[in-house]
């Protein structure tokens, strides 16, 4: 018996990060469609398996929007300008 109450918490998650070897990527590299250049970003497997958000790049900054799929711990990472 959990005293705690995380008992179904804890279930939830490993239903959405099934147990794998443990790790999961951090990075990813990308290259900005505005100038071209391979840029490496942080990515989050906290913030769910799918995650859709806008970043700036760290060389032309112009702003990207991002999709990130995790899949047993491999980030897919898409950008795309934001103005397409």
């Avoid at 279930?11 to 490496?40: H, K, M």
């Amino acid at each position: 018996m959990h005293g705690n109450g995380q008992g179904s918490d804890e279930s939830d998650l490993d239903a959405e990060f099934p147990l794998g070897d443990g790790t999961a990527e951090t990075i990813a590299d990308v290259v900005c469609p505005y100038c071209g250049e391979e840029v490496t970003i942080a990515v989050d497997p906290g913030g769910g398996s799918v995650q859709e958000y806008v970043e700036d790049c760290e060389v032309c900054c112009n702003p990207w929007h991002v999709k990130v799929r995790f899949v047993d711990g491999t980030a897919e990472v898409h950008i795309a300008p934001t103005d397409d």
